[in-house]
């Protein structure tokens, strides 16, 4: 989970500036310097989303779905636990956020949705390659 939070946050800068110049024209809000310092708050402000997702993922390798299933769960997951995060944040940060959190939504659903997509060999070797323990006196 960690490389695709890794691989999302790359992403982070990019869908920042495409969302946000496709927006410009439309609402007229300049967003400026906030193209550099929105994806550095945004790697910060995730940190729990990567804890909170690495749960799902064991919860989601100890169930006995098949793993096309997992995988949709997984993105299912992932969403959910971005929509957690912006409503902490909201909760947290009170009246300091307004309508403009609501337009900082797409851009890290967009990154981690691709991301995922892009990484999808690796969460079907993980999910093949794993096992886990039923029992802790097979080890030793």
Do not use: C
């Amino acid at each position: 989970t960690i490389y695709t939070w890794l691989v999302a946050h790359l992403f982070h800068p990019v869908i920042f500036v495409i969302y946000f110049l496709l927006r410009n024209g439309s609402e007229g809000i300049n967003w400026g310097a906030g193209f550099f310092f929105i994806p550095v708050f945004a790697f910060f402000a995730s940190i729990p989303s990567l804890f909170i997702t690495w749960f799902f993922l064991y919860v989601l390798t100890n169930t006995n779905l098949s793993v096309i299933e997992k995988f949709i769960a997984w993105m299912i997951s992932v969403v959910v636990v971005i929509f957690m995060n912006f409503a902490a944040l909201k909760m947290l940060l009170g009246a300091g956020l307004g309508e403009e959190v609501d337009d900082l939504m797409a851009p890290p659903l967009i990154a981690a949705i691709l991301s995922i997509l892009i990484r999808h060999k690796q969460f079907f070797a993980f999910q093949l390659n794993y096992n886990s323990i039923k029992n802790e006196n097979k080890l030793v």
